[in-house]
């Protein structure tokens, strides 16, 4: 374990939290507190280092104002006023601020129509030239401390130059390996556990962190909940944080349970923490919690209502009771508060594909794979679209997509089989059903599917074999009260009927026909076959008794 000691490692978050709050690197100095108000252990506040001792006199002033007017979001007038300084700090915020005031530039031009007036090309090069001067940064004397290369990295990542981005992150943390801007910057664009075993990474226990984040990223969630049981073990039991990150494991290998038990953990300890709260409700909203989940909707309108995660709630809450119209509002809300908020993206897909709005649900999951490509769920909504607008090929594409980021889903392995059934590729529509089965068929159609796939092929004894494997596990699952249970029991009492003989066989058919008799689609088709059991009956013993009289009459 890379975990130092209690008070070591509460000292160490500490400081973190107070040298990111004075560089502006918020997010990263919340966290830190956070982790470190969950660490129950003293800590000696001369250990906390003095954040400008470092600075020349002549600028501590100037970095004052400047973080000032940076905290108030004019980050224009922070770049300013620190044109002539150059400590590695007011380099930083300096960057920091030029880079935060072109992205503002750039919502605002994505709020507003597009035209010759009111469009400017020039909004998008503040990347390039952070690009440039950060890249020269890099390659002079100097150098560049583990602060700007977390921010080089974020201007490749924002021009995709994903593998450069990597790079940069890895000086990051390699120079400041408590900064969580870049362990969380990795966790997003690191693609597989082995590709996390290559990096060049320094040995510190933020590399746990980064692990259980690739972990959730890669759908490896059986992993990642062994990895949260080692960061409780560090002392880290009663962070927010991490107790929701294991709530999203358990919602992510279906134990919706287990979740709900974790997030109320978490809304115990932080009853303000709005983070992570639109899972949350989607536990509520896959249980069919409907107070539960109105009970939260509007405890998170109490707290912020122009949150977001408040917003995507709300949205949940509208969807359950099947008022579409307004999920969709509401998730339109939260899309305007932050425009790369995937959930909103893909939970709107949902609701647009309800509203039957194929065009409007197809971009709205495009987004969310744009923001993140191994969003699973958006590539399965897209491949659900386009299944339903018979576009086939286009359906089998997405739903492998979601089928190679989740490969133990069978829900994705159905979906395709049914799409190679629709193309009449029925051997690969075959093994996929087969392969649902085999790993675990979690909605119980897959068997049920294959055996029908295989009637369409005429091969009636596989068939049977499937259907006699799918009445077993329905009656382990105790799922007796489908319909579709009685086309099977029906199936079987013909297929029997037709291919065997003997007294043993009709009481078999019999038994099978009297099944299929109780299900309303299949209760004629039942009777009949019993009636014919009847006559066989009659048929097998008219002989018998002639044959009896006859040895009678010798006597």
Request: proline share 3%; hydrophobic share 40%.
């Amino acid at each position: 374990m890379l975990f130092p000691s209690k008070e070591r490692l509460k000292a160490e978050l500490l400081a973190s939290s107070l040298e990111f709050s004075n560089r502006g690197l918020r997010q990263s100095s919340v966290w830190c507190a956070e982790q470190a108000h969950a660490i129950e252990a003293p800590v000696d506040p001369s250990a906390l280092n003095d954040f400008y001792s470092d600075m020349p006199p002549t600028e501590v002033s100037r970095y004052v104002l400047a973080k000032s007017v940076f905290d108030l979001k004019e980050y224009s007038r922070a770049a300013f006023f620190l044109e002539s300084c150059s400590s590695p700090k007011s380099d930083f915020l300096r960057f920091y601020a030029y880079f935060l005031a072109g992205e503002n530039r750039k919502l605002e031009d994505m709020t507003e129509p597009v035209g010759p007036v009111l469009f400017n090309s020039d909004h998008f090069d503040h990347l390039r030239n952070l690009q440039c001067e950060l890249k020269h940064r890099a390659t002079s004397s100097g150098g560049m401390d583990g602060y700007l290369w977390y921010l080089y990295g974020v201007v490749l990542k924002k021009q995709s130059l994903t593998s450069e981005a990597k790079q940069a992150f890895c000086q990051s943390v390699s120079a400041n390996p408590m900064l969580y801007a870049s362990w969380w910057e990795l966790t997003h664009i690191i693609q597989s556990k082995d590709e996390l075993e290559k990096l060049p990474l320094p040995s510190h226990w933020m590399k746990e962190v980064l692990t259980l984040g690739v972990y959730l990223q890669c759908q490896l969630n059986v992993e990642a909940v062994d990895a949260v049981s080692a960061i409780f073990n560090a002392g880290l039991e009663k962070s927010p944080f991490f107790l929701a990150q294991l709530a999203k494991a358990h919602h992510s290998l279906r134990d919706v349970d287990a979740s709900i038990e974790c997030f109320s953990e978490v809304q115990k300890l932080d009853p303000y923490r709005l983070e992570d709260l639109d899972t949350y409700s989607n536990d509520f909203y896959v249980k069919g919690m409907r107070v539960e989940l109105s009970h939260l909707a509007h405890q998170m309108v109490e707290v912020s209502k122009y949150r977001h995660e408040t917003c995507c709630v709300i949205g949940n809450y509208y969807s359950l009771r099947q008022e579409h119209e307004k999920a969709v509002l509401y998730f339109q809300r939260a899309l305007k508060l932050n425009p790369n908020y995937l959930s909103a993206w893909t939970l709107m897909g949902h609701e647009l594909l309800e509203l039957k709005n194929s065009n409007g649900a197809i971009h709205a999951y495009r987004r969310a794979i744009q923001i993140d490509p191994g969003d699973f769920r958006a590539w399965y909504g897209l491949g659900q679209t386009y299944e339903i607008v018979k576009m086939f090929h286009y359906a089998t594409y997405y739903f492998s997509r979601a089928h190679i980021l989740r490969p133990y889903d069978s829900r994705f392995l159905v979906a395709l089989g049914s799409c190679y059934e629709n193309l009449d590729k029925l051997h690969e529509a075959r093994k996929c059903y087969w392969r649902a089965h085999s790993v675990g068929d979690t909605e119980g159609c897959a068997l049920l599917k294959l055996g029908r796939l295989f009637e369409r092929m005429e091969k009636e004894e596989e068939a049977a074999n499937v259907y006699l494997r799918y009445i077993e596990d329905t009656e382990v699952r105790g799922c007796l009260d489908s319909q579709e249970q009685g086309t099977v029991y029906l199936f079987l009492a013909k297929y029997y009927l037709k291919s065997r003989s003997g007294s043993a066989n009709l009481e078999e058919v019999y038994d099978l026909a009297l099944k299929a008799a109780q299900y309303r689609n299949t209760k004629e088709a039942g009777k009949a076959i019993l009636r014919e059991v009847v006559e066989k009956r009659k048929e097998l013993s008219s002989p018998m008794s002639a044959v009896t009289s006859d040895t009678s009459l010798l006597g």
